[in-house]
């Protein structure tokens, strides 16, 4: 190629633009040896040429010819072999755990992303002690919610228009919310779309919410492409019927499942209507409801946009060339090809209702790819960045019109995605990402980047739509904190995922507290051995790297009771300290919106073999910077970890001992003490003669009444002996029996 450049340059002045760049004559190559051979031709040519040579001129050494010259003419095939990617087979597992965690998670976001709150999701859920929705919202909040739109169409969960429709009316409400520099605040109220207070901007929250507009802009390009009705909608209707929980609509569900095997509408309206029939026998099931509705949105697609048989019957121009598989695009072509062949009147009119369907349903999704541009481009993240420190601030409080002080300033964060975009951007020079700390910890013998807190979403999370290559600094960390994770817990004899999540500690209004839980080995932070605190999300993160252990977690999480109505409950916190003397645990009975979605997200990925990654990277923009992932493993441990955060307090497994706060005998009756029990909303007040009241709420069960010294109130049980007819009651009141002995302890969980 140079001889030749030079003959044109400096002598035949001809073909001057004739070139082919190396990057194209890649692209023309495939991934074979026959490729290999054509780019490395030249090699077995100089392995041939110093075996003739060595032959003629180094007879005494032959052989170091014959051994250098064979090595150069099997160097295509060494770099063949050596380059092929290590593709992990996936066992046969049991996927039934996955796809019920899945759909039941996408339940909570269909569930209370509703017009109440803007389309917006909240940012929990309490069910106990129950304090309902907290009516507010972040940034990674409403990421995860579109992100979780397009993966409930992946799942089969919802129909193309209905995915349109939901990310439509999401973003209609993002677009009228107050920004700065195009950013979101860190926390809205989903009820007013008002920024909360103090208004902040943050780094990381961003970084997620684009990357995720990344993701979907790319689905949504998919989707134009993809059949608009596929098996996965089948897969999706049939994972709902699983979940019907009536055991005499079981039966039946379990022979319409069988009718699900085929795309055919004929068979799709009898199961609707054998699901009507189901739902006629007053069942009072909400998954019911769902696969109706499932099936209605089904059954709309295929009237809205595909001929039915009897059109097909007579349509002139052939419908069977499309297949089965024909996506918006092909529709819309197929229709504009149908109205220029079609004669007849009546055909015309129905084909131009399927096109004008289809059309708009194209327009739709092309205006929201638009709009998501515009989103992104509009987002800057120049403004959150400090050039003299080369690094990120946490955020940018806007009523002070400064940066915050404290820098992420780790490679192993959460906020790396947020670093990632800029530099592939161009908005922060590539030095950043090489500012960022790399300080390594082992954990026997396995190198890993330590992190401020040891959690699994600061190694993990990024994952969720960023590649990871083999063999690489990043990839080793993700192992050998997933490793120690696993072997921590398992000391144990629990399960194991600690991440930043909620546990069993209150505030004035009941509300669950949340802060961060971390490996004490892995992270900066100080204290971390101090808590103990479980979470399923953390585990689920890393589903795609260990599936088998990551599943044998799941069902151990079911054992412990940790799945309810919209998947896996928040945490399981084994605190000793924080816990009453009675109990080893406490399951934290509430649903974080990101939790929930790095958990569906994760099953997406991992049942649709990492298709958000496949997005995320088919950007250009995004793709251009994936080199920075790539960084090998250094061979020298930069820095070592303290002893005080490896130190271990351990875990008490249960509490033996009844902390009895007071004491009464016989004697004490003739005074009235007194003790308070509440669960939050359930309230006892008791006295030690037995009289009291309770109340649920501000609902009264036993009134209380002023006189109850005079005549007794409360819940009493009464003992009668058959055999001597003697009647008394469990406590001195109401029926005054004199008693042999008579004890009343008062301790803070019963009385």
Request: net charge neutral; aromatic share 14%; with cysteine.
């Amino acid at each position: 190629a140079i001889f030749r450049t030079l003959y044109r340059v400096c002598f035949s002045k001809t073909n001057l633009l004739e070139w082919t760049t190396a990057f194209d004559m890649e692209k023309k190559l495939k991934n074979d040896l026959k490729s290999y051979t054509i780019k490395m031709k030249i090699g077995p040519f100089f392995g041939v040429l110093t075996i003739i040579l060595g032959y003629f001129f180094a007879v005494n050494f032959f052989y170091l010819p014959i051994i250098i010259g064979t090595l150069w003419i099997i160097s295509p095939i060494v770099a063949y072999k050596i380059s092929l990617e290590q593709l992990e087979i996936k066992k046969d597992i049991d996927e039934d755990i996955i796809r019920r965690i899945g759909r039941k998670t996408w339940g909570y976001y269909e569930t209370f992303t509703n017009d109440e709150n803007n389309f917006l999701p909240p940012d929990n859920f309490q069910e106990y002690p129950y304090n309902g929705l907290a009516y507010r919202t972040s940034p990674t909040n409403i990421g995860f919610l579109l992100l979780s739109m397009l993966s409930a169409r992946d799942m089969g969960y919802i129909t193309t228009t209905k995915m349109e429709m939901y990310l439509d009316n999401t973003i209609s409400t993002i677009e009228r919310m107050d920004k700065w520099e195009g950013h979101l605040y860190n926390w809205y109220s989903t009820t007013t779309l008002k920024p909360l207070k103090p208004y902040f901007v943050s780094t990381v929250d961003s970084g997620n919410f684009v990357s995720y507009l990344y993701v979907i802009k790319q689905g949504l390009k998919e989707y134009l492409y993809k059949p608009l009705i596929d098996v996965k909608l089948l897969h999706g209707l049939v994972d709902t019927m699983r979940l019907i929980e009536d055991e005499k609509a079981k039966k039946d569900v379990v022979i319409l499942i069988e009718l699900l095997k085929s795309e055919d509408d004929r068979k799709l309206k009898k199961v609707k209507n054998e699901l009507t029939k189901i739902s006629e026998r007053d069942l009072n099931d909400e998954w019911l409801d769902s696969c109706l509705d499932m099936v209605n949105s089904l059954l709309e697609e295929y009237d809205n946009y595909l001929p039915n048989d009897e059109v097909i019957k007579i349509l002139e121009y052939n419908f069977e060339e499309l297949g089965g598989a024909a996506s918006p695009y092909d529709l819309r072509e197929y229709y504009i090809r149908a109205l220029e062949n079609v004669t007849d009147e009546k055909l015309i009119d129905i084909l131009k209702i399927l096109y004008n369907n289809i059309n708009k349903l194209i327009i739709k999704i092309e205006s929201t790819i638009s709009r998501i541009d515009i989103l992104i481009e509009d987002t800057k993240f120049s403004p959150l960045y400090d050039n003299k420190k080369d690094l990120f601030s946490i955020g940018y409080f806007v009523e002070d019109n400064k940066m915050v002080n404290s820098y992420y300033d780790l490679l192993a964060s959460e906020a790396r995605i947020a670093s990632y975009i800029a530099i592939c951007r161009g908005e922060v020079p590539k030095k950043h990402w090489y500012k960022l700390n790399r300080s390594l910890v082992l954990w026997n013998g396995y190198r890993c980047l330590a992190s401020w807190t040891g959690t699994m979403f600061e190694y993990l999370m990024p994952m969720l739509v960023m590649k990871n290559y083999k063999n690489t600094l990043l990839d080793e960390s993700y192992r050998t904190a997933i490793r120690a994770q696993r072997e921590y817990c398992s000391k144990k004899a629990l399960p194991w995922g600690i991440s930043e999540s909620g546990f069993f500690a209150f505030d004035i209004n009941l509300n669950y507290q949340y802060r961060a839980f971390g490996l004490p080995q892995l992270g900066f932070k100080r204290g971390l051995k101090e808590d103990l605190v479980i979470s399923p999300y953390a585990s689920m993160l890393a589903l795609n790297v260990n599936n088998i252990d990551v599943i044998s977690n799941m069902k151990r999480f079911a054992e412990e009771k940790m799945e309810g109505p919209y998947g896996f409950y928040e945490a399981i916190d084994y605190t000793t300290k924080r816990l009453p003397v009675n109990m080893e645990k406490a399951i934290v009975k509430s649903y974080m919106t990101h939790h929930q979605g790095m958990i569906f997200l994760s099953i997406n990925n991992y049942l649709n073999k990492d298709i958000l990654i496949e997005r995320f990277h088919r950007n250009p923009v995004m793709k251009c910077g994936e080199i920075l992932l790539q960084e090998k493993i250094p061979m020298n441990i930069i820095v070592a970890k303290e002893k005080e955060n490896t130190l271990d307090l351990g875990y008490e497994e249960s509490q033996k001992k009844e902390l009895v706060l007071r004491k009464y005998g016989k004697s004490s009756l003739k005074d009235i003490k007194c003790h308070i029990l509440s669960s939050g909303s359930y309230s006892v007040f008791v006295t030690n003669n037995g009289t009291g009241y309770s109340k649920s709420d501000n609902i009264h069960i036993y009134r209380w009444r002023k006189d109850s010294v005079v005549r007794p109130y409360g819940f009493f049980i009464y003992i009668k002996d058959l055999n001597k007819n003697r009647i008394w009651s469990t406590t001195y009141e109401p029926t005054r029996t004199e008693p042999d002995k008579y004890e009343v302890r008062f301790s803070d969980y019963k009385v």
